[in-house]
C-alpha cells in the first residue's frame, strides 16, 4: 500500500524538489530498516483549487492565518510517496523528510492517504519517535450520526481503524477513539479469533468485531488491515 503526502510549494519542477531533498542529506531522513527503494517524488503544477483542497482537511489551529494565505503563493505542488507504507518505519522517515522540505520552502503537509492536512510550524513540531504524533500527523477522525464515527489513515501505520455507532454522544466520539487507536499503536490489540470480543479501554469496554475496511478498495483512504468496530 502507499502512504502520501503532499506538499505545496515554491518549486516548479520535480527536478527542483529533488534538488532540495539532495541538500538534505539522507541521513536527515532515512529511517534504519526501512524499504530504501519504495520512497519516490512526483511533481504537479499549482492550479486555483489547492489551497482549498488543503485547507479543507484541516482541523481547527492546523494554520495560522499567515499559512492559511500563502498557500496560494505556491507554484507546485510535490508528493511523496512511499510504495511500501503501512508501518511506523514508514511514518517516522516520511515525517522527517517532508519536514526537511517544510523547512525549506513548503508551505503545507497534506496526508492524501488520510485526508489530514497540516500547517509548516505544526508538522515540524512532530516528533517521529514518539507515538501519539505520529498517529496525530497520518490519521483523521470522520463520520456522522447516520454512518457512524471512525478514524481514517491507521493504514499509514499499519493498523486497523476504529468505528463507534453513530448514536454516541458526539464530545465522547473524538477521546474514545483516540484512546483506542493510541492503545493499539502502544501496547498492541490481541483478541481471541472466536467468540465473544472485548476491550477495556480508558475506563470503557466494548464488545469488539473486526470487519473489512468501509472504503473502497483501490481508493487512498482504503484499509487493506480492516477496523474495529466497537460496540459500548
Known sequence: MKTIVAVPGPWTSRAAVEQVIAGL???AWMEEGAEPHSLYLEWVPADTTLAGAVLAGAS???FTEAEAAALTEACGCAFAIDKAGGS???VRRMIRLVAGLLRRGGLAAKVESSGRS????RWCRLNPDKVDDRMYAFVTLVGSPAAGYGSCGMHNLGLPDTWLPGSMA???VGP???AFNLMQLDVGLELPKEGVRKAA???HQYDVDHVTSRFATGTLHHNPFGEWRLRP
Open 25 to 27: 542529506g539522507r541521513e
Open 60 to 62: 481547527p489551529g492546523a
Open 88 to 90: 511506523v518505519l514508514s
Open 118 to 121: 497540516h500547517g509548516p510550524a
Open 170 to 172: 458526539a464530545a465522547e
Open 176 to 178: 474514545r477513539l483516540t
Open 201 to 203: 479501554i480508558g475506563g
